[in-house]
Structures are given as structure tokens and as C-alpha cells.
T-cell receptor, first 111, second 113 residues
Framework: GESVGLHLPTLSVQEGDNSIINCAYSNSASDYFIWYKQESGKGPQFIIDIRSNMDKRQGQRVTVLLNKTVKHLSLQIAATQPGDSAVYFCAETVNDYKLSFGAGTTVTVRA | DAGVTQSPTHLIKTRGQHVTLRCSPISGHKSVSWYQQVLGQGPQFIFQYYEKEERGRGNFPDRFSARQFPNYSSELNVNALLLGDSALYLC????????????FGQGTRLTVV
């Protein structure tokens, strides 16, 4: 089975609120993680990455947190906007060359 | 700068036919990976190529094959198409295919009828 999964398949957020998308992984040897955003009809768009020697990384309006103890990854989006509506995937590298994806969380932003 | 480009964007094929999908990576990137994304699921790894050599292969039958050219572009070939091969085929480009940022193209939507 897949080694990466997301806790919730859907998330509804009020515009302007913060969003938190969670992801659990099972491969304790994974050392690199990426969050992708995929809009309808498009390929996944790179958002932010984090290596296993870090527990937090910040980008523009996004923060990724990594808890290796419980094998949990989260993506926080600040001040969620309508353009943030999409499917979000976490992915981990396995054997340094392939990305293993979860099923995704669909985020819907309410106006 | 151009991102990852894939062609064609959409394709309809009949069961038993063969298909070739194409990908051009970001300039300077030497690694190309192929993924299959079935509706409602995350992408599944098919192949990775680096410097024209196959580095890894996912759990896909031998009907799936790929190659990388000297200019680092790549082709994915699928023989004897089945209805279940209908999916979005994604190409990802990275500098060296290791633990570095991977950027995806818009994908090729393949429908097998």
C-alpha cells in the first residue's frame, strides 16, 4: 500500500482563515518531503519542501511542519484565499529517486 | 523560462493500440520521471531517468517503457492499451533526480475506449 496518506480527504475553510492540512507517513527512512497543489486539469505545482533534519520551514504564506517522532507532516496556509482552492498532496522520497504520494486533500475556500 | 512541457495534452486511443507520450524537462534539468494519476488518486511512480539511464521503475507491467534522449527529453510508451490505462500521465523534471525539487508538467490526459 501507499506509505503516505492524508488525514482528511476534504477541508472547507472560510476565506481569510488559516488552513492546516495534515499528512501521515509510514516510512521512517524517508528523508525528504514535498507539498504539492493541484488545480483541476493541471499538473501538481510545487509549494514547499522540507528535509528530515528540519522540523519547520516557512515560505510565502505557507509553513510546513515535520514531526519525525510520530511521522506526521502538516502544511499551514495563512490567510486562505479563493485561489488556494485545490487538491493538496504530500509526497515523500523513497530510495532517493521516486516520490510517493498520498491520496490528497481537497481544500475548498468559502467566500 | 519554459517549464516542463508535455505533448499531447489530450489523447483518445482504442484498446490494444500503442501510445507515445513526450516530455521536455526544464532547461538544465537532467532527470525526468513519469507518473500515472488515476482520477481521484495521487500520482503513482512509473519511471525515472537520469543522464539517459533508467534509475528506477515502479510497479507497472512491461507494456510500459520509456527512454531519455541526449537533450534530456523523454518518451513514455505504452503498448497493448487497456481501459485501465486511462489516466493523467505526468512528467516531472529535476536537476538530478535525487532529493531535490521536482517540477511537474501539465500532463497528458489519455482516454482508452
Amino acid at each position: 500500500g501507499e506509505s503516505v496518506g492524508l488525514h482528511l480527504p476534504t477541508l472547507s475553510v472560510q476565506e481569510g482563515d488559516n488552513s492546516i492540512i495534515n499528512c501521515a507517513y509510514s516510512n521512517s527512512a524517508s528523508d525528504y518531503f514535498i507539498w504539492y497543489k493541484q488545480e483541476s486539469g493541471k499538473g501538481p505545482q510545487f509549494i514547499i519542501d522540507i528535509r528530515s533534519n528540519m522540523d519547520k520551514r516557512q515560505g510565502q504564506r505557507v509553513t510546513v511542519l515535520l514531526n519525525k517522532t510520530v511521522k506526521h507532516l502538516s502544511l499551514q496556509i495563512a490567510a486562505t484565499q479563493p485561489g488556494d482552492s485545490a487538491v493538496y498532496f504530500c509526497a515523500e522520497t523513497v530510495n532517493d529517486y521516486k516520490l510517493s504520494f498520498g491520496a490528497g486533500t481537497t481544500v475548498t475556500v468559502r467566500a | 523560462d519554459a517549464g516542463v512541457t508535455q505533448s499531447p495534452t489530450h489523447l483518445i486511443k482504442t484498446r490494444g493500440q500503442h501510445v507515445t507520450l513526450r516530455c521536455s524537462p526544464i532547461s538544465g534539468h537532467k532527470s525526468v520521471s513519469w507518473y500515472q494519476q488515476v482520477l481521484g488518486q495521487g500520482p503513482q511512480f512509473i519511471f525515472q531517468y537520469y543522464e539517459k539511464e533508467e534509475r528506477g521503475r515502479g510497479n507497472f507491467p512491461d507494456r510500459f517503457s520509456a527512454r531519455q534522449f541526449p537533450n534530456y527529453s523523454s518518451e513514455l510508451n505504452v503498448n497493448a492499451l487497456l481501459l485501465g490505462d486511462s489516466a493523467l500521465y505526468l512528467c516531472a523534471s529535476s536537476l538530478d533526480g535525487g532529493n531535490t525539487e521536482a517540477f511537474f508538467g501539465q500532463g497528458t490526459r489519455l482516454t482508452v475506449v
